[in-house]
């Protein structure tokens, strides 16, 4: 399928990908790109084969290139990353915005005069992750029944498509097709606005305290959370760095996707205001109705 | 410790409390009461050592009444069941909002100048439960390692209290006290506002079609669910009748606390608009710390 692949990025996702591949793929040579210590550490735990100490190195000679590093970083890379692909080399990325990826790559390609290697690009986004983070946070398992989005560029060829699907069956997760913008909106709001919303609820159990009336001893609300609370902010233990990150990079969707959970929040106060009980209750049947169906 | 416990309502608190109690207390008899067929499903499943047809054929003869059906019941049951109270029986509840039951009972009391029946009330709220509902949904472990909020009434007797502390410990959960005023509030922050918020958030998500730039075919962002979106709406499947009826019975703590959500979201909305990282990470950080120490 693959002889030899390059991942740039040794965090959770490039790492599970990485292990993923030495337990369903063991004749593939896995090349590792990545900061210290976390690329040593990832070596050590035999995620990789060989480790590179610059793109360059990681990127020539492989015939599969993935960029599994923060968005930002993937961007930037993108350059460095475009100078030193192989002829037949394929290109894929992991990250959970895909706009932005697409436009660095194709302003590195325009600058070279290297649109063949837009035939070779195809985004994948593993819908998978956890709010752990780091090569010891990897896991081969991590993208078993999973859905794997690819977005196809108007270029790509369909060799490309179909060699990354394949790639992504092995791992164990089903293939899943949309356009780049399809995918930015989507992603909006099935996981950035909720993210934003986790960590904005941890906060404000967090912060404030049941206010005391006269008489009361103060009361920290955070000190008896239920394990409601506790799954609905689990995702909220992730990397705020990583996830500043993502929601600036799809801002304009996910803002679109925050206007439009801050006015349904507005009709449930209004309905609580006027204890307006079957209207609350159809607003709420809304939510429950797809949830039950999941 | 008692010898006679009714318990009115036989869902998932009521029928917990009662498989807790049967495998923990098994010489204690246990009155069921509650709306058919859940009772003699209940009785079938046994939850309960009998069931009556009547609050006051379960009352009667009763050493500790436990109120567990949703609010607004527990609150219309009122009357009856201090009508029929033995003279030395203690009286509970398991509601999610506290100063409603109280009024109630408050109000039962006066109209019959019983005002001991006040020495003899202390309201309990384990904090445990499961999106799922009814007696099938009953778990004798419900409350092992949870917390249990007693809040006693200025009149309340210590002894009292000394007894369904006894009580909450033998099920397994671990006691702490609050005012009726400090639990309502604590409990709109932890638990009614975050379920408003998963049942809005699912909505979102449900109602909501990624839509279509020219030439794309609309994606139902609902079907591209991630683990993390799943566990932070995994509490919108609970019941919409029963959490309108919480929401409304608290509500005044509860808008309170989506006043403060909403003042947070647009701050984020604000720094995600400037693309200021440095303000974003810190306030998703926010949210992080507290969630990490968990």
Redesign the interface.
């Known amino acids: 399928m693959f002889e030899r692949v390059a991942i740039l990025g040794t965090g959770l996702m490039g790492g599970s990908l990485a292990a993923a591949l030495g337990a369903r793929l063991p004749a593939v040579h896995r090349v590792g790109y990545g900061l210290e210590p976390d690329l040593s550490q990832a070596r050590a735990r035999g995620l990789f084969d060989e480790t590179a100490h610059t793109v360059a190195d990681a990127v020539r000679g492989a015939d599969l290139v993935v960029l599994a590093a923060p968005i930002s970083v993937n961007c930037a890379l993108m350059d460095e990353v475009v100078d030193n692909l192989s002829p037949d080399a394929l290109l894929t990325d992991l990250s959970s915005v895909k706009r932005p990826v697409v436009a660095a790559l194709e302003a590195a390609v325009t600058r070279r005069e290297g649109a063949d290697v837009l035939t070779r690009f195809v985004a994948s986004h593993p819908?998978?992750?956890s709010e752990k983070s780091g090569p010891d946070a990897a896991d081969a398992a991590l993208f078993v029944g999973?859905?794997a989005?690819l977005s196809r560029l108007p270029a790509t060829a369909p060799d490309t498509v179909a060699r990354l699907e394949a790639l992504w069956r092995c791992v164990g997760a089903r293939v899943?097709h949309?356009?780049v913008?399809?995918h930015d909106?989507?992603?909006a709001?099935?996981?950035h606005?909720?993210?934003?919303?986790?960590?904005?609820?941890?906060?404000?159990?967090?912060?404030?305290l049941?206010?005391?009336?006269v008489g009361?001893?103060p009361?920290r609300?955070?000190e008896?959370?239920?394990?409601?609370?506790?799954?609905?902010?689990?995702?909220?233990?992730?990397?705020?760095?990583l996830?500043?990150?993502i929601?600036?990079q799809n801002?304009v969707p996910?803002?679109a996707?925050?206007?439009?959970?801050?006015s349904?929040?507005?009709a449930?106060?209004v309905t609580?205001?006027a204890?307006d009980?079957a209207a609350?209750?159809?607003?709420?049947?809304?939510?429950?109705?797809?949830?039950?169906g999941?």
Chains 1, 2 share one sequence.
Request: cysteine-free; aromatic content about 4%.
């Open positions: 819908i998978a992750g999973r859905e989005v899943t949309m356009t913008g399809q909106r989507v992603f709001l099935v996981s606005v909720p993210h934003a919303v986790a960590f904005v609820m941890a906060g404000v159990v967090a912060n404030d049941g206010a005391s009336a009361e001893e009361v609300a955070g008896h959370a239920g394990p409601g609370l506790l799954d609905m902010t689990r995702i909220a233990a992730s990397s705020p760095a996830w500043a990150d929601l600036i801002r996910t803002l996707g925050l206007v439009a959970l801050a349904r929040l507005q449930l106060a609580l205001q204890e009980r609350l209750t159809a607003l709420l049947a809304r939510g429950a109705d797809w949830r039950r999941q």
